[in-house]
């Protein structure tokens, strides 16, 4: 949606509310000079993540070429009864 700057600042709550589902662009004399974002669509635009469970869910943990090496050693025998 397209509002003009005068009709954008008398229906500001309106403008709010749309973004909510769109983007809403803000011209003055017929150009384009803004435009009204959800804030969640900000975040993910700038790469912000909001917490701890998306960024498990998106952030590999390891690059590709991690390999975990182990030994072939058998472990060190331990008394227990002593």
Known sequence: MRWQVQEAKQRFSEVLRAAESEPQIVTKHGEEIA????????????????????????????????????????????GLAD
């Open 35 to 78: 435009v009204v974002i959800d804030i969640a669509e900000y975040r993910r635009l700038r790469g912000e993540r909001s917490g701890l469970l998306e960024y498990l869910r998106e952030e590999p943990f390891f690059d590709d070429d991690f390999a975990v090496e182990r030994s072939g050693d058998l472990p060190r025998e331990i």
